[in-house]
Antibody
Framework: EVQLVQSGAEVKKPGESLKLSCRVS????????IGWVRQMPGKGLEWMGIIYPGDSDTRYSPSFQGQVTISADKSISTAYLQWSSPKASDTAVYYCARLGASGSSLDYWGQGTLVTVSS | EIVLTQSPGTLSLSPGERATLSCRASQSVSRTYLAWYQQKPGQAPRLLIY???RRATGIPDRFSGSGSGTDFTLTISRLEPEDFAVYYCQQYGSSLSITFGQGTRLEIK
């Protein structure tokens, strides 16, 4: 069974570093792209970027380029999303999702991680 | 970047009725790279339709997708109580760029 399990909720002060994880199981981690999606409170879905764990090829949405870093650790089948200096405006739920075999849609999703950044 | 505009913003219908949700792209979508997702409160999105008209695994056949170019439609033939949710369209473009529509809220009338 394919599963993407995300790390738990985070509460951070502005400027405190933050790293979210997405551990996958049930398929070959290195064979599928993993993407990240933001959902701000009461709002829609926003595409952040994607990584291919096989070779760490990473692409970012222009809106998030330079704001976050996406990475992956093949040895533990885990993808990451991190901020060096989060802001209050980064408060949101973040989802990881697998780009499926069709190559164009997100077929499996993590449960989401709620991030609250507040002083 | 392709912009997806969904309409209506909110759709009020009763169980048993037919729902038609629209997604319009600012330019032609690559090949058939258009998908639909359902999201219920407090849950992650769920893939319903990919490649315009292919149902994802386990999705009931009351859900169907159609369209081409810049105009796409998700149809729910007979609404069940569990179908009331928010629906998003999504396109996939070159260099792994992905965009979502702003969503249509399907509510019980």
């Amino acid at each position: 069974e394919v599963q993407l399990v995300q790390s738990g909720a985070e509460v951070k002060k502005p400027g405190e570093s933050l790293k979210l994880s997405c551990r996958v199981s049930g398929y070959s981690f290195t064979s599928y792209w993993i993407g990240w999606v933001r959902q701000m409170p009461g709002k829609g879905l926003e595409w952040m970027g994607i990584i291919y764990p096989g070779d760490s090829d990473t692409r970012y949405s222009p809106s998030f380029q330079g704001q976050v870093t996406i990475s992956a650790d093949k040895s533990i089948s885990t993808a990451y999303l991190q901020w060096s200096s989060p802001k209050a405006s980064d408060t949101a739920v973040y989802y990881c999702a697998r780009l499926g075999a069709s190559g164009s849609s997100l077929d499996y999703w993590g449960q989401g991680t709620l991030v609250t950044v507040s002083s | 970047e392709i912009v997806l505009t969904q309409s209506p913003g909110t759709l009020s219908l009763s169980p048993g009725e037919r729902a038609t949700l629209s997604c319009r792209a600012s330019q032609s979508v690559s090949r058939t790279y258009l998908a639909w997702y359902q999201q219920k409160p407090g849950q992650a999105p769920r893939l319903l339709i990919y490649d315009v008209s292919r149902r994802a695994t386990g999705i009931p056949d009351r859900f169907s997708g159609s369209g081409s170019g810049t105009d796409f439609t998700l149809t729910i033939s007979r609404l069940e109580p569990e179908d009331f949710a928010v629906y998003y369209c999504q396109q996939y473009g070159s260099s792994l760029s992905i965009t979502f529509g702003q969503g249509t809220r399907l509510e019980i009338k």
